[in-house]
């Protein structure tokens, strides 16, 4: 039975909240097994909006297990902020279960996110300011304090007066700004993880479980590709693994599980953060896309750097991940601009001339390379468009995009959005 990861292609934001969700209808499971509070997919269903952050997406469905693995940096209050708000659309948590082995972001984790930030002035990441990269860092450090931690007065205690005071030394002496008391920390955190106990799970026996058993398993993506620590844009990178193999890292499963990865690639391309980006683009074209795609931050609100899709990148991830379909939403957005022309960056001039396909390992390089375009004409958007649910429905010029997209990255693209809602979708070859 199928084991599935959904992962981004590009810099986050692709849209994989609408194909996790189109998939996890046919999962038993769905795992989020990387990242933390940083990430943010918005899922319209029923004509209703869902904003996830740290819950998976497919506890839309009553009856799907959905997971929360080891490899996840919890924030504590914003998840039982998140699990409230879910409860109050009428979401039924009964389902959730998180792995204890995941690491917890703590005040201090984002008070020094934000200080480094601070420091940096124009060399800054543009981190969501959620405290991701510390937290990590004390994980790699071996020094984090991890769920199944704090769900013990006397093991916790200890282990966060250390921290607390490793971290009030920083924040005092190098950044000259306040630090916590243990007691403001420990008291809300010890009544937070009372209020998670219940959903604490020994979560590696349960996914393999699942998979053992043949059921449908979905492993959910955060970020995207280009967000990796070792595969991305470095420095302006998140601190965990959203490519592919990061998903069975953080939460405890083999390689040789896996059956299908699946890339998503926005027609387009986005990202909030600093950071060289050859195909930016500034003034209308940028604009009409950023409106026309509601291109602003699910966790920040900032408005995302747009440009042209990057066909050397999404390859890159391809080969990076593994990926073996590619789900791709907003064509209809693309056509709604009513931009004449659209390009699609085929290959980095690089600034000794020569044209290619690899990905620049160095940002200097990326920094400096020229994409080279092919020019589509834009297709006319038309009610048929977005009601198509057959792919030769959809207009000649967006199967000539899409063919691009194959051609270029040698994957073929399996399923395709026309639009916001869960049923606004085109299969080309099923996944589950
Ligand atoms: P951090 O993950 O908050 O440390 O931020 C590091 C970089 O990753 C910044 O450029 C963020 O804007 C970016 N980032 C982190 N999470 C997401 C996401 O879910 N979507 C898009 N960008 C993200």
């Known amino acids: 039975m199928p084991v599935v990861v959904v992962m981004g292609a590009q810099w986050g934001d692709e849209g994989k909240g609408k194909f996790v969700d189109l998939l996890a209808e046919r999962a038993q499971v769905v795992v989020r097994s990387t990242g933390g509070s940083n990430a943010g997919h918005t899922v319209w269903a029923g004509g209703r909006q869902y904003k996830l952050h740290q819950v998976p997406s497919g506890i839309l469905y009553p009856g799907t297990l959905c997971v929360i693995g080891h490899g996840v940096v919890l924030d504590p209050p914003k998840l039982l902020e998140e699990m409230d708000r879910l409860a109050s659309q009428g979401v039924d948590l009964s389902n959730l279960r998180i792995s204890g082995g995941a690491?917890?972001?703590?005040?201090?984790?984002?008070?020094?996110?934000?200080?480094?930030?601070?420091?940096?002035?124009?060399?800054?990441?543009?981190?969501?300011?959620?405290?991701?990269?510390?937290?990590?860092?004390?994980?790699?450090?071996?020094?984090?304090?991890?769920?199944?931690?704090?769900l013990d007065r006397d093991e916790f205690l200890p282990k966060l007066t250390a921290l607390v005071e490793e971290k009030n030394r920083i924040l005092e002496k190098v950044y000259g700004l306040p630090g916590f008391t243990v007691e403001e920390i420990a008291e809300p955190y010890l009544e937070y993880a009372e209020r998670l106990r219940p959903y604490v799970a020994n979560t590696v026996e349960l996914v393999n479980d699942a998979i053992d058993a043949g059921k449908n398993v979905l492993f959910e993506g955060a970020q995207g590709h280009l967000l990796d620590i070792d595969f991305g844009t470095y420095p302006y990178v998140t601190a965990s693994h959203p490519i592919a193999a990061g998903a069975i890292i953080g939460a405890g499963v083999g390689p040789t599980k896996v059956s299908r990865v699946v890339g998503v690639v926005k027609a387009y391309t986005s990202r909030v953060g600093e950071g060289p980006f050859p195909t930016e683009l500034h003034g209308e074209e940028a604009h009409r896309i950023r409106e026309e795609g509601h291109e602003y931050g699910t966790t920040t609100g900032r408005p995302r750097r747009i440009g042209w899709l990057d066909l050397v990148m999404v390859r890159y991830a391809c080969r990076v991940s593994g990926i073996t379909d590619l789900a791709v939403p907003h064509l209809d957005t693309l056509a709604k601009t009513g931009l004449p022309t659209l390009k699609v960056c085929v290959g980095y001039r690089m600034s000794d001339g020569t044209v290619t396909r690899e990905f620049p390992v160095g940002l200097k390089a990326l920094s400096q390379v020229e994409p080279v375009y092919e020019e589509l004409p834009n297709w006319e958007w038309s009610a048929e468009m977005s009601t198509a649910r057959q792919y030769d429905e959809l207009p000649e010029g967006a199967r000539r995009y899409v063919r691009l997209i194959e051609d270029v990255t040698g994957v073929r693209v399996s399923i395709l959005g026309v639009g916001s809602e869960r049923t606004q979708a085109i299969y080309r070859s099923a996944i589950f």
Not at 103 to 108: D, G, L, S, T, W
Not at 114 to 125: L, Q, T
């Open 103 to 150: 690491h917890i972001v703590f005040p201090f984790h984002i008070r020094l996110d934000e200080a480094e930030e601070d420091r940096k002035g124009d060399r800054k990441i543009g981190t969501t300011r959620r405290g991701i990269g510390p937290a990590y860092m004390d994980k790699f450090a071996r020094v984090g304090i991890r769920l199944v931690d704090m």
